[in-house]
């Protein structure tokens, strides 16, 4: 197969990581992006050499940073070549009920969420376009497909993301250029362990699997997005959520 470069965004959370470790099982060449304030970096390094995956690259920035995103995008290209596959996974959690919610928490979570697809996409897209071949991958959730009290401001990003997947899907389908999303039901990251113990638990009573996603299940999902044969697969959503919930 042909090696192709990785960049996957929030690399270094949860479910960074497994699909970091995915896309390099898969053969591709991992440029793990994560945001310097949550700098573990030279600690996530070691586990991941540990585990095997020695040549990862790392690139620092705020993907609500368009500045950011067009400085992480051209460290990616200089040190590794032209980025074929961007995986926009970087998320942040702010949950109030509505009542409680205020604009900086509304704010952040859009920003985080969603704004950043426009930032990092914008500076690849065309180039895969030309290129001729391109794989986007957008981390959405269970909870933009079906909404969940708490999370307005989450649902409505992860909502959109669903959105903004299946617009760029229609303008890039005859450049073989492929852009879908997953929407991961409740994994098993410090981003859900967050949530307090008694809610975590009536949640994970709701799945019909009653257990949470281990994070390679969803980082597999991931590698056969970015495969040369899922050619064919643009625009869709793939939800893996225990059965939590369907469409
Ligand atoms: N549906 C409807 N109403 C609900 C509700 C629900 N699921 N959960 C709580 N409420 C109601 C409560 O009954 C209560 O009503 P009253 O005031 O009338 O009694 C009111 O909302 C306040 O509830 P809490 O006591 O829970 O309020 P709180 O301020 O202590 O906590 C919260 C609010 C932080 C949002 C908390 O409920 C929470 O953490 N909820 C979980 C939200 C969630 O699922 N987050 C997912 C995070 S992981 C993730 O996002 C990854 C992913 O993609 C899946």
Redesign the pocket.
């Known amino acids: 197969m042909t090696q192709r470069v990785a960049l996957v965004t929030g690399a270094m959370g949860g479910l960074g990581t497994a699909i970091c470790q995915q896309l390099a099982k898969a053969g591709h060449k991992v440029v793990a992006a994560y945001h310097p304030q949550f700098d573990n970096k030279e600690e996530w390094l070691k586990e991941m050499a540990a585990a095997g995956f020695n040549d990862f690259v790392c690139v620092g920035g705020d993907v609500s940073v368009i500045e950011d995103c067009q400085r992480m995008v051209a460290e990616a290209e200089a040190t590794c070549g032209q980025v074929d596959i961007l995986i926009n996974n970087a998320g942040i ?1 702010r ?3 509505f009542a ?1 919610l205020e604009k900086d928490g509304w704010d952040a979570v859009i920003a985080t969420n969603l704004t950043s697809l426009f930032n990092m996409t914008k500076q690849v897209s065309a180039k895969m376009a030309e290129r001729g071949f391109g794989r986007i991958v957008n981390i959405s ?3 933009g497909v079906k909404g ?4 307005t401001n ?1 649902s409505a990003a992860k909502a959109g993301v669903i959105g903004f997947t299946k617009a760029l899907a229609a303008e890039l389908a005859n450049k073989g250029v492929t852009v879908n999303a997953i929407a ?3 994994v098993a990251t410090k ?2 362990m967050a ?2 113990e008694d ?1 975590l638990k009536g ?1 994970v009573d709701s799945v019909p699997m009653k257990r949470l996603a281990k994070p390679e299940e969803i980082g597999f999902a991931c590698a056969y997005l970015c495969d040369e044969l899922s050619g064919f697969t643009t625009g869709a959503t793939i939800n893996i959520n225990g059965g939590l919930y369907y469409q």
């Open positions: 959690t949950d109030r009920m409680k959730s269970v909870n969940q009290a708490g999370q989450y991961p039901g409740y981003m859900v949530i307090r809610v949640i």
